[in-house]
T-cell receptor, first 113, second 113 residues
Framework: GESVGLHLPTLSVQEGDNSIINCAYSNSASDYFIWYKQESGKGPQFIIDIRSNMDKRQGQRVTVLLNKTVKHLSLQIAATQPGDSAVYFCAEPDTSGTYKYIFGTGTRLKVLA | EAQVTQNPRYLITVTGKKLTVTCSQNMNHEYMSWYRQDPGLGLRQIYYSMNVEVTDKGDVPEGYKVSRKEKRNFPLILESPSPNQTSLYFC????????????FGNGTRLTVT
């Protein structure tokens, strides 16, 4: 498969366990965050988003936690499955007045059978 | 099905031969954008468009052109491709360009020899 990034941090998780993927951001003015999943050979797929007026948001098997105090975002995947193997990255809109998105470098999740 | 469609998926060309990568979305999104993804560099924005006839440069616009004559289409044009434009390209769209998630196409793998 195609590699979307060299030297990405890798998280290896046993199938059935929970996964936690972290993302730090630097701009305290950021008010909207998005998590993406990118499988080999595919485009980034929207998983879940959260606005800064929330601390937690849950989806199907996924939960995003936002800690504005330390500018930290995490994605929790419950009961990790082989199909969860992918690169995960966070994104936020640029707040400097441009219509751009800022993407994290990503974490590779490997699910061990 | 709501989606962003890019064509072609794979393209091999020679230096200097003009090419166009098409992108179409069926979600009536205002915002569309092009990215390139290279190992170790993550997603970098090439151009974006806030609406019909409104386009602006992203972080790496050199060597590329875009047009937005219709809301649903946002083609990427390489007038004179060079080997350093060999990359994986993604088109994306979102409702507003800020505070709404980007939806990505499945990518175009371009090789320029």
């Amino acid at each position: 498969g195609e590699s979307v990034g060299l030297h990405l941090p890798t998280l290896s998780v046993q199938e059935g366990d929970n996964s936690i993927i972290n993302c730090a951001y630097s701009n305290s003015a950021s008010d909207y965050f998005i998590w993406y999943k990118q499988e080999s050979g595919k485009g980034p797929q929207f998983i879940i988003d959260i606005r800064s007026n929330m601390d937690k948001r849950q989806g199907q098997r996924v939960t995003v936690l936002l800690n504005k105090t330390v500018k930290h975002l995490s994605l929790q995947i419950a009961a990790t499955q082989p199909g969860d193997s992918a690169v995960y990255f966070c994104a936020e809109p640029d707040t400097s007045g441009t219509y751009k998105y800022i993407f994290g470098t990503g974490t590779r999740l490997k699910v061990l059978a | 099905e709501a989606q962003v469609t890019q064509n072609p998926r794979y393209l091999i060309t020679v230096t200097g031969k003009k090419l166009t990568v098409t992108c179409s979305q069926n979600m009536n999104h205002e915002y569309m954008s092009w990215y390139r993804q290279d190992p170790g560099l993550g997603l970098r924005q090439i151009y974006y468009s806030m609406n019909v006839e409104v386009t602006d440069k992203g972080d790496v616009p050199e060597g590329y052109k875009v047009s937005r004559k219709e809301k649903r289409n946002f083609p990427l044009i390489l007038e004179s491709p060079s080997p350093n434009q060999t990359s994986l390209y993604f088109c994306a769209s979102s409702l507003s360009g800020r505070n709404s998630p980007l939806h990505f196409g499945n990518g175009t793998r371009l090789t320029v020899t």
